[in-house]
């Protein structure tokens, strides 16, 4: 039940409503028409009202994409539900377009029938040149199939803040907030959080709090007032599990995951990091909370990131460099440095569209064979990865238990998609957060000898710190003795330490948790998905499941190593489906480790799954299994 | 106290580990100045950590009793960075050489440096690629036949102090390997100064570039051919003690003294002159033309970044206190579900 807003409701209609379970929204403008900030509001305020939800920003790489046209164009979506929901929806209930590159762009993701609100001032002859369009497609029959409401925005803002006498300028920035006033009317939104918003995000400028504050009145006024929409909307909360909860994005939870196991293992968090795209908010997140102790080191390059977290992490810290694709492949050496002086480390790579630059702001899952292979030499280590927002909390903290108690360098990886999308997380209580021990070698008396390579049962090497009387050793990236630690070229030696590293790691297969099957022991298909394909894979097999159909879904976490039950449930079904957002890396890594000959569904458009696309390839290879 | 603390020797500074570079490569006598200067400061070795990259200088760290990391090609002021900031506790010394530190890790050495961050870099100059058997290094002189440079060297070389005072370091010196007492005394100084202590030593490759630097350490010659820099005093050479550096508006000029030419008359070291200018005209004196100069080219005051760092942190704890996990959990609009 919803505990949702503090105080009265801003405003209340007298209209009818009609009640839904849920929405898919989209707003789409300009990059600089603060559509993400728009959408942001409204997720948030979704989400306090008790709704579940579920995002998805979709922005140009360029920062300032040239005005009006289509490559410009800034879209957020948002899923908000009475139910469980784990996708940001496949197709649209309302778009709201705020020019007519938005509109043209974006339609066709509307559901047939859908409604469309346009800003009517923005479709004029200069923006539909802008938009390559040699015509208005609000009057080329285009848009017959759906509701189509022309609301003249610019004007009606315009005049909403006139009496400011701010100038047209900036008038025209509080556009955004007419649009989301007149959402909020549509699906029955209270606005005071967002009124809260304005008041601390604009405090220092308070006309500009006061124009804000008018122009979002005035979009839901017209909502009220206007004939266009005979009803609003209404969707009540979800029936979430008992808690409080926060709406997080990927890269805020992945943040806050890294610092809760360092808090919780009483280290010093050190991130050594160079900005990329997408992966410079969880630098943004933590380098705020330096009261927690944490060192930020914005590097001179994806190099010295990585190295200065090894160094951080010889004397002792929690070292993470964060990076996505291109960033990793600098990173290669250093890490495989990581790897040979068995120090605990986590790499985090938010993937983004490959290969070199590619598309920095869409999402892809092309970096498991880089992850899992990309070093010279055998150079193995543990690679996790995130499945929604709200899991990159749980996983940062699960790569640190690993990283320590097997004193390895430890891959995590995420991607653009749950990075830059949000869902509510519930708010754990300190003492359900697991804790990670970590023990260093006391000070010896002089004549005693240290091993720095000597191995614990898991065969795990002494973090033995800088500081410490007795324990002085030197480690580097040349081959050493086993337990001494001492270079050796010896070729046996070489081959047993190989030998060592990759049993090192295949051993992290008996400390993690047997995989989960989400569905009937055995049946016809099997569904194996990772990363951020969770949340569709999921929506897409139990909307199968409850049409009867015999179908299972297995999501990893761990991708190296392998749960120890994976070759037996993929035998367990008669067909093994991957969809994956590469041409088939996980495939192939089933494949070759099960020797299954698994079908992969495979997409690499810098957009996420659809259900609707997964649920037709599932019945699709059903339809050919014996 | 049950007595006085031990006593450390040179010898206790050094590893149980046999030094395998070539007989006779000037590397020995920097490794035993170094511990020498240890053992005069009595640096606990637990306190110490040695971190190198690639290439012969970068082999030092495992001859030395203390801590150290022997990382990758051109990074090791990377780890000493994120040591440093971590574990100021620590005194870190970065070996590297140059190409290690100015061709694959100049870029590295360049940021080192302009964040002052406290850690004493000294770069093996010896002119030459040598674990690599022979290659031209990015300060061998133009024309210098190599193996991968048969036809001689095209690439104009880099001045390593001209660059450490490009990045505004805050120690600048140069030594020779051989010169064993004013080698010592040169890291001596570097090991007392706060903030990034660059240091860069003529180093024989008895191998690959035997008698790069005879002309700086022949004992016929080496007067004339160097000056050794003395704060506040003027710049004077020469076996005899005849010769000086006059400024002549912005160029150095050799002058004899005596015939109307008196030490008022030459250029004065300040080594701790807040505008780099000087420091660097010095380094770009070079043989034949000039004599070089050796000893502290500048040694100067400036926020160290390990420093600036942890003021940030205890900051923010002043004004928002220690960093409590439920507390930032409950920032933001959250909501209840019960």
Same mark, same amino acid.
């Given at each position: 039940m919803?505990?949702?807003?503090?105080?009265p409701?801003?405003?209340v209609?007298?209209?009818?409503?009609?009640?839904?379970?849920?929405?898919?929204?989209?707003v789409?403008?300009?990059?600089?028409?603060?559509?993400?900030?728009l959408g942001?509001?409204l997720t +948030?305020t979704? !989400?306090l009202?008790?709704?579940?939800?579920?995002?998805?920003? #979709?922005?140009p @790489?360029?920062? $300032?994409?040239? =005005?009006?046209t289509?490559?410009?164009?800034?879209?957020?979506?948002?899923?908000?539900?009475?139910?469980?929901?784990f996708?940001?929806?496949?197709?649209?209930?309302?778009?709201?377009?705020?020019?007519?590159?938005?509109?043209?762009?974006?339609?066709?993701?509307?559901?047939?029938?859908?409604?469309?609100?346009?800003?009517?001032?923005?479709?004029?002859?200069?923006?539909?040149?802008?938009?390559?369009?040699?015509?208005?497609?609000?009057?080329?029959?285009?848009?017959?199939?759906y509701?189509?409401?022309?609301?003249?925005?610019?004007?009606?803002?315009?005049?909403?803040v006139?009496?400011?006498?701010?100038?047209v300028?900036?008038a025209?920035?509080?556009? +955004?907030?007419? !649009?989301?006033?007149l959402?909020?009317?549509?699906?029955?939104? #209270?606005?005071? @959080?967002?009124? $809260?918003f304005i =008041?601390?995000?604009f405090?220092?400028?308070?006309?500009?709090?006061?124009?804000?504050?008018?122009?979002?009145?005035?979009?839901w006024?017209?909502?009220?007032?206007?004939?266009?929409?005979a009803?609003s909307?209404?969707?009540?909360p979800?029936r979430?599990?008992?808690?409080?909860y926060?709406?997080?994005?990927?890269?805020?939870?992945?943040?806050?995951g890294?610092?809760?196991?360092?808090?919780?293992?009483?280290?010093?968090?050190?991130?050594?990091?160079?900005?990329?795209?997408?992966?410079?908010d969880?630098?943004?997140?933590?380098?705020?909370?330096k009261?927690f102790?944490?060192?930020?080191?914005?590097?001179?390059?994806?190099?010295?990131?990585v190295?200065?977290?090894?160094?951080?992490a010889?004397?002792?810290?929690?070292?993470?460099?964060?990076?996505?694709?291109?960033?990793?492949?600098l990173?290669?050496?250093g890490?495989?440095?990581?790897?040979?002086?068995?120090?605990?480390l986590?790499?985090?790579?938010?993937q983004?569209?490959?290969p070199?630059?590619?598309?920095?702001?869409?999402?892809?899952?092309?970096d498991?064979?880089?992850?899992?292979?990309?070093?010279?030499?055998?150079?193995?280590?543990?690679?996790l990865a995130?499945a929604?927002?709200?899991d990159?909390?749980?996983?940062?903290q699960?790569?640190w238990?690993?990283?320590?108690?097997?004193?390895?360098?430890?891959?995590?990886?995420?991607?653009?998609?749950?990075?830059?999308?949000?869902?509510?997380?519930?708010?754990?209580?300190?003492?359900?957060?697991?804790?990670?021990e970590i023990?260093?070698?006391?000070?010896?008396?002089?004549?005693?000898v240290?091993?720095?390579?000597?191995?614990?049962?898991?065969?795990?090497?002494?973090?033995?710190?800088?500081?410490?009387?007795?324990?002085?050793?030197?480690?580097?990236?040349?081959?050493?003795?086993?337990?001494?630690?001492?270079v050796?070229?010896d070729?046996?030696?070489?081959?047993?330490?190989?030998?060592?590293?990759?049993?090192?790691?295949?051993?992290?297969?008996?400390?993690?948790?047997?995989?989960?099957?989400?569905?009937?022991?055995?049946?016809?298909?099997?569904?194996?998905?990772?990363g951020?394909?969770?949340?569709?894979?999921?929506?897409?097999v139990?909307?199968?499941q409850?049409?009867g159909?015999?179908?299972?879904?297995?999501?990893?976490r761990?991708?190296?190593?392998?749960?120890?039950?994976?070759?037996?449930l993929?035998?367990?079904y008669?067909?093994?489906l991957?969809?994956?957002?590469?041409?088939?890396?996980?495939?192939?890594?089933?494949a070759a480790?099960?020797?299954?000959?698994?079908?992969?569904?495979?997409?690499?458009?810098?957009?996420?799954?659809?259900?609707?696309?997964?649920?037709?390839?599932?019945?699709?290879?059903?339809?050919?299994?014996? | 106290?049950?007595?006085?603390?031990p006593?450390?020797?040179?010898?206790?500074?050094?590893?149980?580990?046999?030094?395998r570079?070539?007989?006779?490569?000037?590397?020995?006598s920097?490794?035993?100045?170094?511990?020498?200067?240890?053992?005069?400061?009595?640096?606990?070795?637990?306190?110490l950590?040695?971190?190198?990259?690639?290439?012969?200088?970068?082999?030092?760290?495992?001859?030395?009793?203390?801590y150290?990391i022997?990382?990758?090609?051109g990074?090791?002021?990377?780890?000493?960075?994120?040591?440093?900031?971590?574990?100021?506790?620590?005194?870190?010394?970065?070996?590297t050489?140059?190409?290690?530190?100015?061709?694959?890790?100049?870029?590295?050495?360049?940021?080192?440096?302009?964040?002052?961050i406290?850690?004493?870099i000294i770069?093996?100059?010896n002119?030459?690629?040598?674990?690599?058997?022979?290659q031209?290094?990015?300060t061998s002189?133009?024309?210098?036949?190599?193996?991968?440079?048969?036809a001689?060297?095209?690439?104009?070389?880099l001045?390593p102090l001209?660059?450490?005072?490009?990045?505004?370091?805050?120690?600048?010196?140069?030594?020779?390997?051989?010169?064993?007492?004013?080698?010592?005394?040169?890291l001596?100084?570097a090991?007392?100064?706060?903030?990034?202590?660059?240091?860069?030593?003529y180093?024989?490759?008895?191998?690959f570039?035997d008698?790069?630097?005879?002309?700086?350490t022949d004992?016929d010659?080496?007067?004339?051919?160097?000056?050794?820099?003395?704060?506040?005093?003027?710049?004077?050479?020469?076996?005899?003690?005849?010769?000086g550096?006059?400024l002549?508006?912005?160029?150095?000029?050799?002058?004899?003294?005596?015939?109307?030419?008196?030490?008022?008359?030459?250029?004065?070291?300040?080594?701790?002159a807040p505008?780099?200018?000087?420091a660097?005209?010095l380094?770009r004196?070079?043989?034949p033309?000039?004599?070089?100069?050796?000893?502290?080219?500048?040694?100067?005051d400036?926020?160290?970044?390990?420093?600036?760092?942890?003021n940030?942190?205890?900051?923010?704890?002043a004004?928002?206190?220690?960093?409590?996990?439920?507390?930032?959990?409950q920032?933001?609009?959250?909501?209840t579900?019960?």
């Amino acid at each position: 039940m919803p505990a949702a807003t503090d105080g009265p409701a801003d405003r209340v209609t007298s209209k009818q409503f009609i009640q839904l379970e849920g929405a898919t929204v989209r707003v789409a403008g300009d990059s600089g028409d603060g559509i993400q900030l728009l959408g942001t509001q409204l997720t +948030n305020t979704s !989400a306090l009202l008790g709704n579940d939800v579920a995002t998805f920003p #979709d922005f140009p @790489a360029e920062i $300032r994409a040239p =005005r009006g046209t289509r490559a410009g164009v800034s879209g957020f979506q948002v899923q908000f539900s009475s139910h469980d929901i784990f996708t940001p929806g496949d197709h649209l209930d309302t778009l709201v377009a705020m020019n007519p590159a938005a509109l043209v762009t974006n339609v066709t993701d509307l559901k047939p029938g859908g409604l469309v609100i346009v800003n009517e001032d923005a479709f004029n002859a200069k923006e539909f040149k802008l938009a390559n369009l040699d015509h208005n497609p609000l009057e080329d029959g285009s848009l017959a199939g759906y509701q189509v409401i022309r609301v003249p925005m610019t004007a009606l803002t315009r005049k909403a803040v006139e009496e400011l006498e701010l100038g047209v300028k900036i008038a025209d920035r509080c556009r +955004n907030f007419f !649009a989301m006033g007149l959402v909020y009317w549509l699906y029955g939104r #209270d606005l005071s @959080a967002t009124l $809260r918003f304005i =008041r601390s995000k604009f405090g220092n400028r308070p006309d500009i709090v006061q124009a804000n504050e008018k122009a979002l009145r005035a979009g839901w006024d017209y909502g009220e007032t206007t004939e266009a929409f005979a009803c609003s909307y209404r969707v009540d909360p979800a029936r979430l599990p008992p808690g409080s909860y926060l709406n997080l994005m990927g890269n805020q939870a992945l943040a806050w995951g890294l610092l809760a196991a360092a808090e919780l293992s009483g280290k010093d968090l050190f991130l050594g990091t160079y900005p990329i795209t997408p992966a410079s908010d969880i630098l943004h997140e933590l380098t705020k909370l330096k009261h927690f102790g944490i060192r930020t080191f914005q590097a001179e390059d994806e190099i010295a990131a990585v190295c200065a977290a090894i160094g951080a992490a010889f004397g002792g810290a929690m070292a993470v460099t964060t990076t996505s694709g291109p960033g990793m492949a600098l990173k290669s050496e250093g890490i495989g440095l990581a790897v040979m002086l068995e120090l605990p480390l986590i790499v985090v790579n938010v993937q983004r569209g490959g290969p070199s630059t590619g598309l920095p702001t869409k999402t892809e899952q092309a970096d498991l064979f880089q992850a899992v292979y990309g070093r010279g030499g055998e150079c193995p280590l543990p690679v996790l990865a995130a499945a929604s927002p709200a899991d990159c909390f749980d996983v940062a903290q699960e790569a640190w238990r690993i990283a320590v108690r097997f004193m390895t360098p430890v891959m995590l990886l995420s991607d653009g998609y749950i990075a830059n999308g949000s869902e509510p997380w519930r708010i754990p209580r300190l003492e359900d957060l697991p804790r990670v021990e970590i023990s260093h070698p006391e000070p010896v008396t002089d004549g005693q000898v240290f091993l720095p390579y000597d191995r614990d049962k898991r065969l795990a090497r002494p973090w033995a710190l800088p500081g410490t009387p007795g324990l002085m050793h030197r480690i580097g990236g040349l081959e050493k003795q086993n337990r001494t630690g001492i270079v050796s070229y010896d070729s046996d030696n070489h081959e047993a330490m190989v030998q060592l590293r990759a049993r090192k790691v295949a051993h992290v297969a008996s400390d993690i948790p047997l995989q989960k099957l989400d569905g009937p022991p055995a049946g016809d298909l099997l569904v194996v998905s990772w990363g951020g394909t969770f949340g569709a894979c999921t929506t897409a097999v139990r909307r199968c499941q409850a049409e009867g159909l015999s179908v299972g879904h297995v999501h990893l976490r761990y991708l190296n190593p392998f749960p120890r039950n994976i070759g037996e449930l993929l035998r367990s079904y008669k067909r093994v489906l991957v969809p994956e957002l590469n041409l088939g890396q996980l495939r192939t890594f089933l494949a070759a480790t099960y020797l299954v000959d698994a079908v992969g569904f495979n997409k690499v458009k810098g957009k996420p799954f659809a259900v609707g696309e997964l649920v037709d390839r599932i019945k699709a290879e059903l339809a050919t299994v014996d | 106290m049950s007595g006085a603390l031990p006593v450390l020797k040179p010898a206790d500074y050094a590893s149980n580990q046999d030094v395998r570079w070539c007989p006779g490569c000037g590397n020995y006598s920097i490794l035993a100045q170094m511990k020498k200067v240890l053992a005069a400061l009595q640096v606990p070795r637990e306190k110490l950590v040695f971190i190198s990259g690639i290439g012969c200088s970068s082999r030092f760290p495992y001859y030395m009793q203390a801590y150290g990391i022997h990382g990758i090609h051109g990074r090791a002021p990377a780890f000493a960075t994120g040591l440093k900031a971590t574990r100021p506790d620590l005194q870190v010394w970065v070996i590297t050489g140059d190409g290690d530190g100015l061709s694959i890790g100049g870029n590295h050495l360049m940021h080192c440096i302009r964040r002052n961050i406290d850690v004493n870099i000294i770069l093996f100059n010896n002119r030459i690629y040598g674990l690599t058997k022979g290659q031209y290094s990015p300060t061998s002189r133009l024309g210098a036949v190599t193996k991968s440079s048969p036809a001689g060297s095209i690439d104009n070389p880099l001045h390593p102090l001209s660059i450490a005072i490009g990045c505004e370091a805050t120690f600048v010196a140069r030594s020779i390997d051989t010169n064993i007492k004013h080698f010592g005394e040169v890291l001596q100084r570097a090991a007392d100064h706060r903030g990034t202590s660059f240091i860069e030593v003529y180093q024989n490759c008895v191998v690959f570039n035997d008698g790069a630097f005879d002309y700086a350490t022949d004992r016929d010659h080496k007067a004339d051919t160097t000056l050794e820099l003395e704060h506040g005093k003027p710049l004077i050479f020469g076996k005899n003690r005849d010769k000086g550096i006059r400024l002549r508006g912005l160029d150095p000029e050799i002058v004899e003294l005596g015939a109307g030419v008196s030490e008022r008359d030459l250029l004065c070291h300040d080594e701790q002159a807040p505008e780099p200018s000087l420091a660097y005209l010095l380094s770009r004196m070079r043989y034949p033309e000039f004599p070089e100069p050796i000893g502290v080219f500048r040694t100067v005051d400036r926020p160290r970044y390990e420093v600036e760092l942890n003021n940030q942190i205890e900051a923010a704890r002043a004004k928002k206190g220690r960093g409590n996990l439920e507390a930032l959990f409950q920032t933001g609009d959250s909501w209840t579900v019960s």
